[in-house]
């Protein structure tokens, strides 16, 4: 990631704590689960002035989870723990705390009873093997868990005061909002804040070169891009001594960075190319319909995963074969057998088909060769055909995309949306 943004001391020579987050569970440690708790919590104790110095992962194994937290808690103020307080043998982390902390377990009677009345309110009986759940280090403050069984915990252990939350992300987040956060936030010394400006149809070499001089070392806010799948992220991170110090700096920097790359910019934070289109379109009371052959299905999916959406999609058709073109779109065979199903002329009818027989204001079309097969000198693979059809007539576009057969398709229905955004807000 490249560095930094606008010039600014209101954040400089802050005393700020710091925390290690600690993840627990096997299946994170060999990959077969994404550990996305620690990435989150080190955002939040950034926003509440607490720098987090480290990410340890650890498996179901109560020796080295004790060994980890007492590492941490010697180095730092705050230690986070998350996963391994569920009622299962390889739920570990009560005991690794406690043994960190010196103390040992003790069941807590209104622990046991909540865990009781949510089984009884769900009319289930109780295993005695969630009674454990109720089990708490000696001194340790109970973290309440509305959502679940598995209730949290603070203790102190060497310097530092340890915390410990549910694996499950949405608890965990409902539990930091509810209770952690304000809690630490008195520890905490200014505020390291961090939002992102989205963009898409533009390199990350040419966003860099429209932005470089905001992206200097040494400067505050913070500016650096990032790739994902297409989209390219601009990082804005900004310290100060008050949070609203921090936003107005991102403010500002972000007033320049979206004038200079115009509209390049779809969005903020976690809006998505989707999300914004769908937006755009409940707005303004448009609809829109899509022909997909190549990408199978997958834009329409992107449009249905917005709630809400049902208010401007009228209706999906993936017409993969020449023969559905025809019958379902209307694609006129002479068409297909002058130019082939991948072409422009094909990418408009079919959008021009499903706009006729929706009736709706817009409609969306993509036809190509997402490989690894399929590919010839004339039409190689990751060649793909995008067409717009509304009622100031149809445009279309030539894209020829790299990567394996699913980041085409991504990278399609993607370049589909964004044409439709580009149309309704201009």
Same mark, same amino acid.
């Given at each position: 990631?490249?560095?930094?943004?606008?010039?600014?001391?209101?954040?400089?020579?802050?005393?700020?704590?710091?925390?290690?987050?600690?993840?627990?569970?096997?299946?994170?440690?060999?990959?077969?689960?994404?550990?996305?708790?620690?990435?989150?919590?080190?955002?939040?104790?950034? +926003?509440?002035? *607490?720098? =987090?110095? $480290?990410?340890?992962?650890?498996? %179901? @194994?109560?020796?080295?989870? #004790?060994? !980890?937290?007492?590492?941490?808690?010697?180095?730092? +103020?705050?230690? *986070?723990? =998350?996963? $391994?307080?569920?009622?299962?043998? %390889? @739920?570990?982390?009560?005991? #690794?705390? !406690?043994?960190?902390?010196?103390?040992?377990?003790?069941?807590?009677?209104?622990?046991?009873?909540?865990?009781?009345?949510?089984?009884?309110?769900?009319?289930?009986?109780?295993?005695?093997?969630?009674?454990?759940?109720?089990?708490?280090?000696?001194?340790?403050?109970?973290?309440?868990?509305?959502?679940?069984?598995?209730?949290?915990?603070?203790?102190?252990?060497?310097?530092?005061?340890?915390?410990?939350?549910?694996?499950?992300?949405?608890?965990?987040?409902?539990?930091?909002?509810?209770?952690?956060?304000?809690?630490?936030?008195?520890?905490?010394?200014?505020?390291?804040?961090?939002?992102?400006?989205?963009?898409?149809?533009?390199?990350?070499?040419?966003?860099?070169?429209?932005?470089?001089?905001?992206?200097?070392?040494?400067?505050?806010?913070?500016?650096?891009?990032?790739?994902?799948?297409?989209?390219?992220?601009?990082?804005?991170?900004?310290?100060?001594?008050?949070?609203?110090?921090?936003?107005?700096?991102?403010?500002?920097?972000?007033?320049?960075?979206?004038?200079?790359?115009?509209?390049?910019?779809?969005?903020?934070?976690?809006?998505?190319?989707?999300?914004?289109?769908?937006?755009?379109?409940?707005?303004?009371?448009?609809?829109?319909?899509?022909?997909?052959?190549?990408?199978?299905?997958?834009?329409?999916?992107?449009?249905?995963?917005?709630?809400?959406?049902?208010?401007?999609?009228?209706?999906?058709?993936?017409?993969?074969?020449?023969?559905?073109?025809?019958?379902?779109?209307?694609?006129?065979?002479?068409?297909?057998?002058?130019?082939?199903?991948?072409?422009?002329?094909?990418?408009?009818?079919?959008?021009?088909?499903?706009?006729?027989?929706?009736?709706?204001?817009?409609?969306?079309?993509?036809?190509?060769?997402?490989?690894?097969?399929?590919?010839?000198?004339?039409?190689?693979?990751?060649?793909?055909?995008?067409?717009?059809?509304?009622?100031?007539?149809?445009?279309?576009?030539?894209?020829?995309?790299?990567?394996?057969?699913?980041?085409?398709?991504?990278?399609?229905?993607?370049?589909?949306?964004?044409?439709?955004?580009?149309?309704?807000?201009?």
């Amino acid at each position: 990631m490249k560095a930094v943004g606008i010039s600014g001391d209101a954040g400089r020579g802050l005393p700020r704590a710091s925390a290690v987050v600690i993840s627990v569970g096997t299946e994170l440690v060999r990959g077969e689960i994404l550990d996305t708790n620690a990435a989150y919590l080190s955002r939040e104790l950034a +926003e509440i002035g *607490i720098e =987090t110095v $480290g990410h340890v992962t650890v498996g %179901d @194994d109560s020796e080295a989870l #004790a060994e !980890a937290v007492l590492r941490a808690a010697s180095a730092c +103020e705050v230690v *986070i723990v =998350t996963g $391994g307080i569920g009622p299962t043998p %390889d @739920d570990i982390t009560r005991d #690794a705390v !406690a043994r960190a902390a010196g103390v040992e377990l003790q069941r807590d009677g209104a622990a046991l009873a909540h865990i009781e009345g949510m089984f009884a309110s769900r009319d289930r009986r109780m295993s005695p093997s969630n009674a454990v759940q109720a089990d708490f280090p000696r001194g340790a403050s109970i973290i309440a868990n509305p959502r679940g069984t598995a209730a949290g915990f603070r203790v102190k252990v060497a310097r530092a005061e340890a915390i410990v939350l549910p694996g499950v992300p949405v608890e965990m987040k409902m539990m930091w909002d509810a209770t952690v956060r304000d809690y630490l936030a008195a520890m905490g010394a200014g505020a390291a804040i961090t939002r992102t400006v989205n963009c898409f149809g533009s390199g990350e070499s040419d966003i860099s070169e429209a932005i470089g001089d905001l992206m200097q070392p040494g400067q505050n806010p913070l500016v650096g891009d990032t790739a994902e799948e297409g989209i390219i992220k601009i990082r804005i991170r900004a310290t100060a001594r008050t949070r609203t110090q921090a936003l107005e700096l991102i403010d500002r920097t972000k007033s320049q960075v979206k004038a200079r790359l115009g509209d390049t910019v779809f969005g903020e934070d976690s809006q998505t190319l989707e999300s914004v289109v769908v937006g755009a379109l409940l707005e303004r009371g448009l609809s829109v319909t899509v022909a997909e052959s190549c990408t199978g299905g997958l834009l329409a999916k992107r449009i249905t995963d917005i709630s809400g959406s049902s208010g401007c999609f009228t209706q999906g058709i993936v017409a993969y074969h020449n023969d559905a073109k025809v019958t379902l779109l209307g694609v006129a065979p002479e068409i297909l057998a002058e130019h082939g199903a991948v072409s422009d002329q094909v990418a408009r009818a079919m959008a021009e088909g499903a706009r006729v027989g929706a009736g709706s204001d817009f409609a969306l079309s993509t036809t190509g060769i997402a490989g690894p097969t399929g590919g010839t000198s004339l039409k190689p693979v990751g060649l793909v055909y995008i067409a717009l059809a509304s009622a100031d007539g149809t445009v279309s576009k030539r894209l020829q995309l790299r990567g394996k057969r699913a980041e085409v398709r991504d990278r399609a229905s993607k370049h589909a949306l964004n044409l439709l955004r580009l149309h309704i807000m201009r």
